[in-house]
């Protein structure tokens, strides 16, 4: 049985995309290997979020993927801060890691210029403080975003390193993985490409039926078919495609018969899109919204996740000290 573990970014809510592309996926996981997810809240620290801020994003993220599927009895769903191995073992490898590799990183080269005024030292050994993550349960299989996989290979190269310097086998390398044929990009409703938070064209778990509507109405289409079964321009494939994801396949085949015969309305299209949109958001973002306020069920999840998390940091800590040379006296 493979180890899978992912970092959750803790600062945004959930869009369709972050949904059909990763979070089904995680759920479907949960119940075929040991999975590990977690809050990557010492990480949004780079950013100096409000205290008020830090903790309500926590809940949020929390709160977003547990009324997505993921359920705590099964994963190992903890919050990063909760687990103070992992600072530990942060520490322990910030010492084998070099600061110009760190420097060469994209995604700090990256933040150079999107933040000149706080380029912290957080920021040039995030990629550490990603491997401790990732190396301290010794995981497999790491499912993460193309702009991640720089990060991933960092993380390979630490470990690796480590064993090398001690002469052990001990940390496992960390493989980048995708979801294989279910791969999928969920388009915007803008017209070209993916639907993305910072491309502002996210539908969200948590959005309320109106904004649903509103979003789908304005969705960029075309002026039309003018002969039978014209090829699609971008904008309206992408409509069929999220058709496709929330409708029936008898919803999709009646439009697109409309389509192949030049008699489509495409405000009747998004109409229906809207109301299938909301029929699968809406379940979730009542369970979101129930979770989030309940605060006892929240304490008991953490508790829970951060338990398992340490039992099995705990471990790796104790025998990299070991092999590092610490002995109780
Ligand atoms: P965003 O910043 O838009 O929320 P991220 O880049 O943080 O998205 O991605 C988080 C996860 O969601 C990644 O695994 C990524 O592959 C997936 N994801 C994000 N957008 C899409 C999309 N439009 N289609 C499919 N998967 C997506
Ligand atoms: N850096 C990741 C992101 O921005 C989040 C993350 C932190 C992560 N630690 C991780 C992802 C470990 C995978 C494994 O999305």
Same mark, same amino acid.
Do not use: W
């Given at each position: 049985?493979?180890?899978?573990?992912?970092?959750?970014?803790? %600062?945004?809510?959930?869009?369709? *995309?972050?949904?059909?592309?990763?979070?089904?996926?995680?759920?479907?996981?949960?119940?075929?290997?040991?999975?590990?997810?977690?809050?990557?809240?010492?990480?949004?620290?780079? %950013?100096?979020?409000?205290?008020?801020?830090?903790?309500?994003?926590?809940?949020?993220?929390?709160?977003?993927?547990?009324?997505?599927?993921? !359920?705590?009895?099964?994963?190992?769903?903890?919050?990063?801060?909760?687990?103070?191995?992992?600072?530990?073992?942060?520490?322990?490898?910030?010492?084998?890691?070099?600061?110009?590799?760190?420097?060469?990183?994209?995604?700090?080269?990256?933040?150079?210029?999107?933040?000149?005024?706080?380029?912290?030292?957080?920021?040039?050994?995030?990629?550490?403080?990603?491997?401790?993550?990732?190396?301290?349960?010794?995981?497999?299989?790491?499912?993460?975003?193309?702009?991640?996989?720089?990060?991933?290979?960092?993380? =390979?190269?630490?470990? =690796?390193?480590?064993?090398?310097?001690?002469?052990?086998?001990?940390?496992?390398?960390?493989?980048?993985?995708?979801?294989?044929?279910?791969?999928?990009?969920?388009?915007?409703?803008?017209?070209?490409?993916?639907?993305?938070?910072?491309?502002?064209?996210?539908?969200?778990?948590? !959005?309320?039926?109106?904004?649903?509507?509103?979003?789908?109405? =304005?969705?960029?289409?075309?002026?039309?078919?003018?002969?039978?079964?014209?090829?699609?321009?971008?904008?309206?494939?992408?409509?069929?495609?999220?058709?496709?994801?929330?409708?029936?396949?008898?919803?999709?085949?009646?439009?697109?018969?409309?389509?192949?015969?030049?008699?489509?309305?495409?405000?009747?299209?998004?109409?229906?899109?809207?109301?299938?949109?909301?029929?699968? %958001?809406?379940?979730?973002?009542?369970?979101?919204?129930?979770?989030?306020?309940?605060?006892?069920?929240?304490?008991?999840?953490?508790?829970? *996740?951060?338990?398992?998390?340490?039992?099995?940091?705990?471990?790796?800590?104790?025998?990299?000290?070991?092999?590092?040379?610490? =002995?109780?006296?």
């Amino acid at each position: 049985m493979d180890t899978v573990l992912s970092g959750i970014r803790s %600062t945004g809510n959930l869009h369709l *995309g972050n949904y059909f592309g990763a979070v089904k996926n995680f759920v479907r996981m949960q119940h075929e290997n040991r999975c590990f997810f977690f809050v990557a809240d010492y990480h949004s620290l780079t %950013t100096h979020p409000k205290p008020e801020n830090l903790q309500n994003n926590i809940r949020t993220v929390l709160s977003e993927y547990l009324a997505a599927g993921l !359920d705590p009895e099964v994963a190992t769903l903890y919050v990063q801060s909760d687990v103070p191995e992992i600072p530990e073992l942060y520490l322990l490898l910030n010492m084998n890691a070099y600061v110009g590799e760190l420097e060469r990183t994209t995604t700090f080269k990256e933040k150079i210029r999107k933040q000149p005024e706080n380029i912290n030292a957080g920021l040039l050994t995030y990629p550490v403080l990603m491997c401790a993550d990732i190396i301290i349960h010794n995981a497999d299989k790491v499912p993460v975003g193309k702009d991640q996989e720089q990060n991933l290979e960092m993380a =390979r190269k630490f470990a =690796r390193r480590f064993n090398h310097m001690y002469g052990v086998e001990y940390f496992t390398m960390p493989e980048p993985y995708n979801f294989g044929q279910e791969l999928i990009k969920v388009p915007g409703l803008d017209g070209t490409g993916k639907m993305g938070k910072s491309e502002g064209n996210g539908i969200y778990l948590a !959005d309320e039926p109106k904004v649903i509507r509103k979003k789908v109405m =304005r969705a960029v289409t075309d002026e039309g078919p003018k002969v039978p079964n014209s090829p699609m321009t971008e904008p309206v494939a992408n409509l069929f495609y999220l058709l496709e994801l929330l409708s029936t396949p008898d919803v999709v085949e009646h439009f697109r018969a409309q389509y192949n015969g030049c008699t489509i309305r495409y405000g009747d299209l998004k109409k229906q899109l809207a109301e299938d949109m909301i029929s699968f %958001t809406s379940p979730i973002r009542d369970r979101i919204l129930e979770i989030y306020n309940d605060d006892e069920y929240l304490r008991k999840v953490v508790r829970m *996740g951060a338990e398992k998390a340490r039992e099995s940091a705990s471990k790796t800590v104790r025998d990299v000290r070991e092999i590092l040379g610490y =002995r109780s006296f």
